[in-house]
């Protein structure tokens, strides 16, 4: 199999990312896709708070591997961008500049 440092970067085996397909639902492909190895995604567009919440969680139960939440610019409610960063996991980047590994903090901020 291919390895690349994309996969050491965000945790999977395959180089392989699998966009979200909005607006439908696609949990089930995106745990697929993380199950295989790769980057499954779920996107945000047009969805309240509340079936955010429950889409994400309904993948974290399908999947203990990396996932990534697609984010469009759209104007959601201030719930969503409360709750995003305070249940991420601290993300791990390498910044190109100087190759150096870092580990951010995500705040909540208060609606």
């Not at 945000?44 to 993948?59: I, K, S």
């Amino acid at each position: 199999m291919l390895r690349t440092p994309l996969c050491d970067l965000l945790g999977i085996t395959a180089p392989v990312i699998c966009a979200p397909f909005g607006p439908w639902e696609e949990v089930d492909l995106a745990a697929a896709v993380c199950e295989a190895g790769a980057l499954g995604s779920v996107g945000t567009a047009v969805r309240p708070a509340g079936q955010l919440r429950e889409q994400w969680e309904r993948l974290r139960g399908l999947t203990d591997r990396p996932f990534a939440i697609n984010h469009t610019a759209r104007p959601l409610e201030p719930r969503v961008r409360a709750w995003v960063p305070a249940s991420s996991p601290r993300p791990r980047w390498r910044s190109p500049a100087n190759g150096s590994s870092a580990s951010s903090t995500p705040t909540r901020s208060t609606p």
